[in-house]
């Protein structure tokens, strides 16, 4: 099967085209034919060694441990194991793949039960295209984990400002948000700004021009979807009891969160957003395009055809 691995940390073109092995299913596993995956700032990380403990979770000199990147995509199941009832041969599905990575591949196995951070799947709802399957599990475990941990089921009239709100993690954050009825103030850059309006933002933030740390205006809860602000430097827009919550900290997470995104995706409370989209032999373009740390929403990667 075709495969892009990487062996030394460093730019886009450390990603290497190779042909590995096709895996077989073990008894609590499927095997899933990739439709499409995607290019996240995880998978930058990852291949950049940036924070330099990636290297513990991969490998100090080398990535030894997991040499394929993707962290999310979408397939069809091609075959499974003995022991799994709730997968058919045939089936539609959107996987988080786990701190183990391995989407950049044709096909992957996927445990359809275990710790979730091993890696998890649901059924592609009906309603959205492989490509937006690819691109939400990430992005919209993550939102949800972290606006739960602040609070977010109880916050209908509440208010919250969500930094970076165009991106991965933020567009989805800004729309899980609304689902529960809080009042949302998203921190942009001036392009972007009437697409965060889009996503159901009440009040967007221009950085460029206004220093929201600086603001008048307080909030019940503070989500920084980028990873840039430490909760001092959210202190004066915070209210009293405020919460706080930062990508560069860490969110529970659960099965739970993919299955809630995969019910807000088919009912279309929530929508995957798209800026690019690349072809299997252009991955190194679309991480060239990622590490420019410009994309809004997210980045798809086809691999093969539906």
Not at 40 to 49: N, S
Not at 287 to 305: E, I
């Amino acid at each position: 099967m075709k495969a892009i691995v990487y062996h030394s940390y460093g730019g886009p073109e450390v990603l290497m085209y190779t042909t590995l092995e096709r895996p077989a299913p073990k008894s609590k596993e499927v095997l899933v034919r990739i439709v499409s995956t995607s290019v996240t700032h995880g998978d930058i990380r990852m291949r950049k060694a940036d924070p330099v403990l990636a290297r513990f979770h991969s490998g100090l000199l080398r990535p030894k441990k997991y040499p394929i990147l993707g962290f999310e995509c979408s397939g069809v199941i091609d075959a499974i194991g003995a022991e799994v009832t709730n997968y058919r041969i045939g089936d539609e599905v959107m996987v988080f793949a786990g701190l183990g990575f391995g989407a950049y591949t044709e096909y992957m196995t996927v445990q359809t039960e275990g710790e979730f951070t091993k890696g998890t799947l649901v059924k592609k709802p009906a309603t959205i295209s492989f490509d937006e399957a690819a691109v939400s599990p990430t992005g919209g475990i993550t939102a949800i984990g972290f606006l739960r941990d602040l609070g977010i089921e109880e916050a209908k009239g509440k208010s919250i400002l969500i930094i970076g709100a165009s991106g991965s993690v933020g567009s989805f954050a800004v729309q899980v948000a609304k689902h529960y009825g809080a009042i949302v103030t998203g921190v942009t850059s001036t392009k972007n700004t009437d697409f965060v309006k889009r996503l159901g933002a009440n009040h967007v933030v221009d950085y460029k021009t206004d220093d929201f740390s600086r603001s008048d205006v307080k909030y019940d809860m503070v989500f920084d979807a980028v990873g840039l602000y430490a909760k001092s430097a959210c202190k004066k827009v915070l209210k009293l009891n405020g919460t706080y919550a930062s990508v560069k900290g860490s969110a529970k997470k659960s099965e739970k969160a993919l299955e809630l995104l995969a019910e807000l995706l088919e009912n279309g409370t929530v929508k995957s957003v798209i800026d690019k989209t690349y072809q299997w032999d252009e991955i190194i373009e679309a991480h060239n395009y990622v590490d420019q740390g410009h994309k809004v929403g997210n980045v798809v990667v086809r691999v093969s055809n539906a």
